[in-house]
């Protein structure tokens, strides 16, 4: 009863935080483009799905580059305020395949086998039960069909890490956490998937946009800025840190089926 408790709190907590942001996400230069966007329209449209899953959906980005390669696409996230920016945006681009579908990727409403082609993009690291989410995946993802994960990753120096992790949390509270390269490719095979193909990549985030998408309060950002003075010179030469706040971290593709 209590593990249950926690795991709806914190799901109430991710859909507090990215509800009442959820037309800065949809309208977000950082989430609206990107190399790793245009590979999954590439795949999409070399795999012509049925039905794509945009798990996590977010800004609905990802669904958007999906949509005219496939002749469905579900958005799935937790929060339907999100849903109801994306399905605005969709609307406004056209694209009349998106259906939303509220709900946590750690319980999925769909049958086994499902879709034909899944992409997740920069939301595993909000998920309660990382494994349980992804083990969800493969469930509802049709046998040797493709599915494209993007996240941040964390750098494998446990300083770096730390650091990573703090500011995370203090510029959003429903951060959970940001896994290694390693840890990622560990739980996508006990999940079940089999991983085809890694890209990795660098992404700038600018301070001032960074914390006002996700209304950082001002103490808050303040504390953000006061670790990254604090930083070693190690740690502020991986997140190239600026003198505005502005850093730059590690993102991951993962290909797999």
């Known amino acids: 009863m209590t593990e249950h408790l926690f795991r709806r709190t914190g799901h109430e907590l991710v859909d507090r935080q990215f509800g009442s942001t959820a037309a800065a996400y949809v309208a977000s230069a950082v989430h609206a483009a990107g190399a790793d966007l245009d590979r999954i ?13 945009d798990l996590g959906a977010g800004g609905g980005h990802t669904g958007y580059a999906m949509a005219p390669h496939a002749r469905n696409v579900t958005a799935c996230d937790i929060s339907p305020r999100m849903l109801e920016a994306i399905s605005a945006e969709a609307n406004r681009r056209g694209l009349n395949n998106i259906a939303p579908q509220a709900a946590a990727a750690e319980a999925l409403p769909f049958p086994d086998g ?3 082609f899944l992409a997740c993009r ?3 690291h909000h998920w309660r039960q990382v494994q349980t989410g992804l083990r969800e995946a493969r469930r509802v993802l049709a046998p040797g069909a493709p599915a494209m994960f993007i996240d941040v990753v964390a750098p ?6 730390t650091h990573l992790q703090a500011v995370e ?3 959003d509270g429903s951060h959970v956490r940001d896994y290694s390269a390693a840890q990622w490719l560990a739980m996508l095979e006990n999940a079940g998937f089999s991983v085809d193909r890694l890209t990795t990549g660098r992404l700038r985030m600018d301070f001032a946009d960074w914390t006002a998408r996700m209304r950082t309060p001002p103490a808050l950002a ?10 070693s010179d190690e740690v502020a030469a991986h997140f190239e840190i600026e003198p505005d706040g502005s850093f730059t971290i590690d993102t991951l593709l993962v290909e797999a089926f």
């Open 41 to 53: 329209a590439l795949r999409a449209q070399e795999a012509r799905p049925q039905h794509a899953l």
């Open 114 to 116: 499902s879709f034909d």
């Open 122 to 124: 920069f939301s595993a």
């Open 156 to 161: 494998a120096a446990p300083a770096a890490d």
């Open 169 to 171: 949390l203090l510029r």
């Open 222 to 231: 303040a504390a953000i800025r006061a670790l990254q003075n604090a930083a």
